[in-house]
């Protein structure tokens, strides 16, 4: 039996992975065996954790097991399942009793607090890494879905954000704090809480959700695409902890919050109705927003006002992606855009009809990796704010469209109805394709739907 | 939008990720879904493959798709289980185009094969590695364990072995052969066939059962382990495919079917009376030999004589294991080797009580290690020919007891008994610890028992 055959049978003989209901066979044979009473689903879902990647290392055994697993399990969480059990592949340079006990010391105390049995795994000889894979259940059809969130919905997050991404210069050791407020944000970064009993009391109550691992604005930005609604999140309302305001000021703790990441939340829409049920159980989730129509992500400052992110009067391509400014306008940002995209289509109105299309391919092309750019740079999908995708749709409305201020209006007309009545296969992409090409990609369709039904009209004038 | 999130959402659009039955919600959310129809269990096994460790660095990208896929459903077979889907956890170094499209064209090609749909996963930068996490379902209670095999089964495998072993050398480019023959080997160890439908044609009849990934020796050897009997395998039936014994000399082929390993065909018990049902449905199953009283695995001549490993005779380790050599007779080497132990006593009870009680723990300490050492240079986790385990037994059973030959006779007597009856924990440590500290401390526990009832008469006579 080699060394690694032994590693096996050390984590078989684990607390965790003793037997529990539910768990018909665990550890030792080819397969782990789930029983899953009638009406109910399996939930699963898997992460990895690559050393010096996700977690520095050297680092600590004992936090490195309990982080793995919390990481994991706070998918069970988000989506508002019983936790049942998890396997465990661990690929493991070399093996060193005083690691591997602290390890399995970690992973025991996490397994314990969420209720998860080990149940199956692999232990191999390679660089440092973690894959766990968790497995919950659920009532059939009651799982917090994503997609779920509907206009009028109030947005609530399950406690204060930013910890953990004010506690990695504290991991990285290029930072220092006084003692407790390093240790309140250290155990944030390295012992995330997974809210799972939040998530099983949400079931049947929330509209979606999901939990928070690339940083609120990201994360609100893939409920708002997978619902087809906006967000607005109200910045003063964003719960930020003692300590985190102990060692930042008030916007690099917002920084954190909105965009650190690592906070294992959850983040959620609730219809209004169970707010006061919720909070008379006890549940500590605060209200940050709404859900309200349109698309993407919108910080509202105290008096209600779209937050414009401050780089786009400072950032060129910021500026260029938020149409020259126009985006950063209260109300009806898209709109606006659409409209400022007029007075350039006299000028490329002026080129041959080829120039004018050299012109619709080269602002498309050059769309999707600037849409992208300023989104990853925002932290946000499809920031509101973001009209170039708008701009460019307005222009492929107009190509080989006579002059004149009627074929404008019309124009403007018809790309509007295209862009907020999203026919298929319009509101399916707006939903699944991401990145720069997803944002540029809806409205690219809506302009071509829209120069379509002018040339019709063209045809059926002449 | 970076990079791996681009991976990712290039995975969900894979023929694989695309809804099947009993997937109730696929890659995009924080977990997936699974349905499981009323009285039905989940199987699930995870498997992690590191480069340079499992497969060459570099290899072609879609033959280790295939590969990865192929040797986690394979444990699925192992179970029984009828194939659901799998989460991939995929550890890049970069991600160049070439290499994601032959990648997901060979776990296509396998999902396809197998009827395994993508459910989810996790995609991340580091050293290159794959873990794969496989689900199943299958009637509760039927699932194929290792512990079932019962005295009288014949033992069957799925087909010829050997193969994926004698094509590693090819894999590594350290020999050569004629296109045909590196073509029908390389097929075996790059896109091994896991073998689902005998899995499930064997539910409900065969009495244990698992895949062949360490080597037909260690598996049987789990097998005998799990099931407490031994396994007696003719080593003329043991059946080699045209291609390795063009490759290879019969023994150098026997060798690789063996002790090879990744063949991924099923190792089964089979109750006889459902041979010829199988065989009439058309299954290419194989009887290499069958379940018997004892432990450990034992390989026959076509007399149907033991056969004695030729190492035995120039190891000096394997001979001093196999007690001098008498583990090598072919009736009950337990017994022969406990009879030669007796010839030791009267030369330690020359010795004062803790002259000897060192004697015991000093060949206690070196047995742990020279039973484990030998048992993996053989491949066998406890080959029925290592006895050293037994001389230590009888060693522990006769300390402290008067000279004499009547003693000597009672405390064989005595330690045969608690050997062959094994009564708890005794029988619970032969099943469930391993290595050379497995194959003492049943024998160990047998002599403490023995001596301890020794005692007893000892103190009942004064």
Not at 99 to 106: E, H, M, V
Not at 367 to 390: N, T
Request: aromatic content about 8%; proline content about 6%; overall charge negative.
């Amino acid at each position: 039996m080699g060394e690694f055959e032994l590693i096996r049978h050390y984590f078989a003989a684990a607390p965790c992975a003793q037997a529990v209901e539910g768990v018909a066979l665990g550890i030792g044979d080819d397969c782990a065996l789930l029983d899953l009473p009638a009406g109910e689903q399996l939930a699963i879902s898997t992460d990895t954790l690559v050393a010096g990647v996700h977690f520095p290392d050297p680092c600590d055994a004992f936090l490195l097991g309990q982080r793995a697993l919390a990481v994991a399990a706070s998918d069970l969480a988000a989506m508002g399942a019983t936790p049942l059990g998890f396997t465990l592949a661990l690929c493991l340079p070399q093996a060193t009793n005083d690691w591997l006990q602290g390890f399995a010391r970690g992973l025991n105390q996490m397994a314990e607090q969420c209720g998860l049995a080990l149940i199956g795994g692999d232990t191999t000889r390679g660089p440092l890494s973690l894959t766990v894979t968790v497995f919950g259940r659920l009532p059939r059809g009651q799982a917090l879905l994503r997609s779920g969130a509907k206009v009028g919905d109030l947005l609530c997050v399950g406690g204060s954000l930013g910890d953990a991404a004010a506690a990695l210069p504290l991991v990285l050791g290029q930072q220092q704090a006084a003692p407790e407020v390093a240790a309140a944000l250290l155990a944030q970064y390295w012992s995330p809480r997974p809210q799972l009993a939040l998530g099983q009391a949400l079931r049947g109550k929330a509209s979606a959700a999901l939990d928070i691992s690339d940083g609120l604005l990201a994360d609100c930005g893939h409920i708002a695409a997978a619902s087809g609604v906006a967000l607005q999140i109200e910045l003063a309302r964003v719960p930020l902890s003692p300590a985190i305001l102990a060692l930042l000021s008030l916007p690099a703790a917002q920084h954190c919050a909105l965009s650190g990441g690592d906070d294992y939340r959850l983040a959620f829409t609730l219809p209004a109705q169970h707010l006061s049920g919720l909070q008379a159980d006890g549940w500590a989730l605060q209200v940050i927003g709404r859900v309200v129509a349109g698309q993407g992500v919108q910080l509202l400052d105290e008096q209600g006002r779209v937050i414009t992110p401050p780089s786009v009067w400072r950032n060129p391509w910021h500026f260029l992606a938020f149409g020259f400014g126009s985006g950063t306008l209260p109300k009806a940002p898209g709109t606006w855009g659409s409209l400022l995209a007029l007075a350039f289509v006299p000028l490329w109105q002026l080129l041959p009809a080829w120039g004018y299309g050299l012109v619709l391919i080269v602002t498309t092309a050059f769309g999707c990796w600037l849409c992208g750019k300023v989104a990853r740079d925002l932290g946000v999908h499809d920031h509101g704010g973001i009209v170039w995708d708008e701009l460019v749709g307005v222009w492929i409305t107009l190509w080989l469209v006579p002059a004149g201020w009627q074929w404008l209006l019309l124009g403007f007309v018809l790309f509007r109805l295209f862009d907020i009545v999203k026919p298929w296969p319009i509101r399916w992409i707006d939903r699944h394709v991401h990145g720069g090409v997803g944002i540029m990609l809806d409205d690219v369709l809506a302009g071509v739907f829209a120069w379509l039904s002018l040339q019709l009209i063209i045809l059926g004038l002449s």
